[in-house]
């Protein structure tokens, strides 16, 4: 089975562009999801399938999946941004739900 | 709206069992997959595994084969995750997801529950 990779951080100034990355073998042709979680809280979906942006998801956030990188990308970032986010695949070989290890992301 | 209600949190002894319930409500139930979803303290997201209430057949992190049994009851729409030999590493908080799309194990978790605390401790 595939291993997902992602930063352990990230940090970034209010206003400003977040980008976070998952890394993993043939990405850009699987299904990537990403996943916010707050803290005490369970996560919530924010980019279905690399890029479609579910109801209630602020355009701010978007998604791009090409070659070995999925890339989760947050503009105008906010103080209410902050929390970890997951990135998420089904693998066909091994019919199992795959995580990545999570980004924690920081408002300075 | 649909709605995830999973049951309370739960204390138990290692080598003993849990069963952890997940009530589905506001949508319809068979044809979606329902995932288990397990996070230990500080730590990240875990796939445990996933049914489609009408195959009624799960399938299983490989890591917990054998220990994990989940299943789902059509009649209140009620999905089970039971985890069997606990152990010290089994605590976490469990999480239910359910798919947005039918039949569609590639899917994103569109709707999850609350999550169950279960500790494992002598």
């Known amino acids: 089975s595939s291993v997902l990779t992602q930063p352990p951080s990230v940090s970034v100034a209010p206003g400003k562009t977040a980008t976070i990355t998952c890394g993993g073998d043939?990405?850009?042709?699987?299904?990537v999801h990403w996943n916010q979680q707050k803290p005490g809280q369970a996560p919530v979906t924010v980019i279905y399938?690399?890029?479609d942006r579910p109801s209630g998801i602020p355009e701010r956030f978007s998604g791009s999946n090409s070659g070995n990188t999925a890339t989760l990308t947050i503009s105008r970032v906010e103080a209410g941004d902050e929390a970890d986010y997951y990135c998420q695949v089904w693998d066909s070989g091994s019919d199992h739900v795959l995580f990545g290890g999570g980004t924690k992301l920081t408002v300075l | 709206q649909v709605q995830l209600v999973q049951s309370g949190a739960e204390v138990k002894k290692p080598g003993s069992s849990v069963k952890v319930s997940c009530k589905a409500s506001g949508g319809t139930f068979s044809n979606y997959v329902f995932s288990w979803v397990r996070q230990a303290p500080g730590q990240g997201l875990e796939w445990v595994g996933r049914?489609?209430?009408?195959?009624?057949?799960?399938k299983y992190a490989q890591n917990l084969l054998g220990r994990v049994t989940i299943s789902a009851d059509k009649s209140t729409a009620t999905v089970y995750m039971e985890l069997s030999s606990l152990r010290s590493e089994d605590t976490a908080v469990y999480y239910c997801?359910?798919?947005?799309?039918?039949?569609?194990?590639?899917?994103?978790?569109?709707?999850w529950g609350q999550g169950t605390l279960v500790t494992v401790s002598s």
């Open positions: 043939n990405l850009g042709v699987k299904a």
């Open positions: 997801a359910r798919s947005r799309l039918e039949m569609t194990t590639s899917d994103g978790f569109a709707f």
């Open positions: 399938y690399g890029s």
């Open positions: 049914v489609i209430p009408v195959f009624e057949k799960g």
